[in-house]
């Protein structure tokens, strides 16, 4: 007889396996998930920063692309290049990653001691590594716009810098640092929730394609994949860079989240040459578990292209020696490439959907879904369950798409009426 | 005719390389030749590393064959731009590779693509395999060949395949004492695929002459025999072989002790795939060669630009690379218009008739030496699997309990694979250890990273940014 169970997860990724372990915690619900290995899953690919404010005001991950944008602004408009500005996202991302990564020291602990998985969370703190004026000036932007976060900020002399983190190249100015932004590794991270998830019942079918999604009227109700009909009650797309497609198949309609492509260069293992994790408006460099350092990232949409290319890869690894002068001895091992679901406003699609029953977007997680899987784990959980939610996810459902679409169409009414 | 812009590359100047240089030089197509050694004819013939005056433990047979090999490369060398000590990190782009010379990386661009880059050796974790002393069979022969040195005084040589009694004899004449041979074929199974070897009678001939010079020097040869452990502290000093059963596990009552300082291990080769996986060729799961790239009749594989020749398209040895190399020269030329289909057929005739039977010839070797589950049963819970990442067999045994069912997810979990050498070590036993787990071919793949090898930071730096 075939199985009905009450949830299927399309997609293993870390949002996938964050949603499996927080809504089988109380072992009530027959629950599946469905995963396959593709070239450029984001959650293998990514750097694992639990930058809670960096990636807010627009570095790390985002920091290349900003300057690109910057830059080709001016030559565009022919002028000269301006001080470069922050990008700082909306009020509601902030207060989504920093609750998300307040969550992080207890789960540590809580899948270590449960389930005896550890995703190897590091407080390490993140420095914005200033080499001029220009550098400061972007500092003192980034400041001035988040009044609300002085108590997790510090200033650091070129001095205390040189102190604290000797490798770093003496020219620096200083830095800005944020001490609540830290890391984990990341695929420790997707294989702890999964294994947690596993242990509390949830099934895994792993290496097995989504073919197409089984519906009445528009009721969800079962995940066609290549090991079989899964029937369910509820569907969660949690399907990273491909989420577009499965929400076809699940509603007819495409969310907008599609691949961004992002380069990653790894050192060779080396001795602990970085206390903490850096950015500089070149790239960002984090001291992994092991030993390899890992630099990042490009912001390039290819479609689902993971190859590597020489121009992306050089301005990283000059990024990188220009922070850390010493890496200029030392080997490159890997380079790879992973795809970010990204959507048109950098916020993450999650919730249900108006008229369409038994399914749930948690997808959309662009440059953050490693940090942000915790809260977005425990938010499906209370969303599915009717329980309060923590946070309004009203600015993150796909509802908000249409409601631009509709605000856009006013002025093009609005003169034949007047 | 198809404009030719940058060429033909070929990447790898050994036995497939160099034949397919020789067959587009005698078309009058040029053709770059790149190989990471100091000099041509890959592992087989690449020969002594410094020049000798006598190679006494080489038989006459092999060094005609590094003799012609450099001879096919002079004759048509003025259509071949070697370009040797050149390392090919992967592709850039659609239509160029990455390599590094030196503390230089560069782009090499081309129209077609030969990939012929050969295999490496297959490595069979069991209790000690660790221990140094122990070494691969193909590593041993290198020492020999290339090096010129002996790599222990008491040896024994196990695993299984025509290489065995052929590098006894050579550790033999280079003054090595060979304790054994064991392979793990049974006897029988030999005599049965008599058939097939007589597809090649020469070489089966030669196979005899090899077994004939081991029985008049007193080394014996034992079939149905294999490793089950080594021993010693800091080098090896020891090792334990027993009979095999039909499934390679060892027979209880019938292990055997043997005094030795070396050993020689061969259970076979693995396709060198990593090039043709990052150029994103389709390929095939085979039992014998692992993941090989899919060609055709005429060499050409998924992608109309990239021809693959030789044991990086499935391990049949050098008399068929070097076939292979020849049929994807000819294939080139015929999609270069420089040759009409009704003469590429004449001329490929003779190489591809002479393919089909060492196909034949060595179907024989690969029914007889298929791997057996029991070489599973080798490792003790904390023998290491990777080597880089130091993962023992408990840690696979554990992840898999938890239900990993790909290696990736393999890797993930513990972190096998993910070392210097991206997991041609380790990724043999984990990827059979799946597959005897989980009843299937298919288990994922550890997919090779660009740069193929490390490359120095310095290598990319630019003085203004």
Redesign the interface.
Known sequence: MKKQYDIVIAGGGVIGAACAYFLSKEKDLNIALVDL?K?GNAS?ASAGGLWAIGESVGLGCGVIFFKQMTQQRAEAEGVDLPPMRPHILPDCFFEFALKSNDMYPALWQELKDKHGVDFKFEKTGLKYIMYDKFDKLYADSIVEQIPGLAEQINWLSAKELAIDEPHINADAIGALEFACDHQVNP??L??AYL?AA?QNGVE?F??TPVTGVEKQGNKVTGVITEAGTLSCKTMINAAGAWAAELSEMATGIRIPVAPVKGQIIL??RLPKILKGCVSTT?CYIAQKD?GEVLIGSTTEEKGFDT????PE??EL??????CIPE??????????AGLRPGTPDELPVLGKMDGIEGYINACGHFRTGILTSAITGKLINDLYRGQPLDIDITPFEYARFLKQKNEQQVPEVAPELA | MTESKHGVVIVGGGTAGISAAAELAQLGIKSVVIDEAPRIGGPVFRGPFREAISLPHLDENLCQKIADIRELYQKNQQYIELRLNTRVL????ESAL?ARHQDE?F?IPYDQLIVATGCHERSVPFDGWQIPGVMLLGGVQLQLKSGLVKPGQRMAVVGTGPLLPLVATQLHKAGVVVTGVFEAGKLGDFAKESRAFLNRPMLALEGVGLLTYLKTNGIPMHYGMGIVSASGEDCLTGITVAQYDRDWYPVKGTEKTLDVDCLAVGYGFVSRNQLTQLLNVAHDNCQISGLKPRVDDWQHSSRPDVYIAGDSVGILGGEAAMMEGRLAAISVAKQQDIISLEQARAKAKPYKNLLDKVKAFRAGFDRIGRRREGLLSLLTADTIVCRCENVTRAQIDEVIE?????I??LK??T?AGMG?C?GKTCNSYCQDRLRFELKQLD??EI?P???LD?????S???EI?
Not at chain 1, 317 to 322: D, I, Q
Not at chain 2, 454 to 458: E, K, Y
């Open positions: 290995k070239p293998r695929y420790r997707n294989e294994e596993r895994l792993l290496q050192s060779e070149d092991n190859t590597n290319t020489l890869i050089k690894a000059n990024g990188a020696m220009r890496l200029k001895q030392m080997n490159i091992k890997r380079c790879w | 992967g592709p850039s782009g990455l990386v782009e938890q239900g990993v069912k790909d990736t997810s993930m979990r972190r210097d991206q288990v994922g997919k990273r660009f740069p490390p490359v120095p930071f310095s990319l730096y630019k940014l």
